[in-house]
């Protein structure tokens, strides 16, 4: 959820302060509308609040919702207070909130969004493909990045389904030709990294083992084809984000917003089901950080005087 604060503050383009904060039992038991005093909820590990009180705060997450609505107060309204998906309490109390639209929310200030913020730039992934070309120059193209997440509260990545997927990318391999380059995740877990391995021996792969750079925006950058793991929103939507062809694997599990939101990827042409094979299309690259960005100067035009 940081990550996507930091992406809506850079895109807005004023310099800003990360403020991490971990409120404390008893107040985290309650509503974060109903904090009688925030402050006193701050753990020792919490940065501090205080003034000088920004132009505009962004919070995300439940447990920053009292904070942002404090820097308001205590300024009088010269905050703008603007929250990332949903605040969980009365939306009147923002300037602006941008929620998912599988979360439902709707009001005069409230600005939907397809998919979560994210950074991803054109520059940020030239930059990332510039870095680790060198290293990857040796696979063939067509160049297809694996984006591998597992299990979680809603989602199960079993060996049974590794197996099958493995098999999948063995074969795009040997029949197509193409290089890959995955990257799991720590919750991909050790035995289905194993396997992993295993099923990509001698073939065009390489497989990121979690030491030195992060090749997640290089990988984005270079390829030619995603396929991604259906488990994390934030992951499909970076995909998306390239305006390259995401092929997306379902797993077992899931929920209504799970369904909702990659219904309606599906729908408006940014991503396909993962079926074994690759297919090609075009479409423009999810940008909804923008969206949100360009709502936010305009709010702070009318606040100002001066442009924003």
Known sequence: MENQAIALAETVGLPFTVKRVHPR????????????????????????????????VI?????????????????????????????????AAFDLVAPPRHDHLQGPNVIETEASLHSITNQRLTEA???????????????????IGGSNACFR?????????TGQLRKLCRDLGVGLVVTPSRRTGDENIQALHQALEGLPAQVWDFEGDNPYF???????????????????TEACATGKPVHVVHLDGGNRKFKEFH???????????FQGHLE?????????????????????RKKSPTPA
């Open 263 to 273: 219904g309606s990827m599906q729908a408006a042409g940014y991503t396909r089901p």
């Open 129 to 147: 493909a510039n870095q680790f070309a060198p290293s990857l120059s040796h696979l063939p193209r067509p160049l297809v990045a694996v984006l």
């Open 157 to 165: 990545l079993t060996p049974q389904i590794m197996t099958t997927f």
């Open 218 to 236: 290089g990988y984005l950058g270079l390829a030619d084809s995603i396929i991604v793991t259906c488990d994390s929103v934030n992951m499909v």
């Open 280 to 300: 090609h299309w075009r479409y423009r690259p999810a940008n909804d950080t923008a969206k949100v960005a360009r709502r936010i100067h305009e709010l702070l």
């Open 59 to 91: 919070s995300c997450g439940r447990g920053a919702v009292p904070y942002a609505l404090l820097a308001k107060k205590r300024s009088n309204g010269a905050t703008m207070a603007v929250h990332i998906q949903n605040p969980k309490t009365q939306l």
């Open 25 to 56: 039992p008893p107040w985290t038991w309650l509503p974060p509308g109903w904090w009688p005093s925030p402050l006193t909820a701050l753990g020792v590990d919490s940065d501090s609040i205080s003034p000088p009180w920004p132009d505009l």
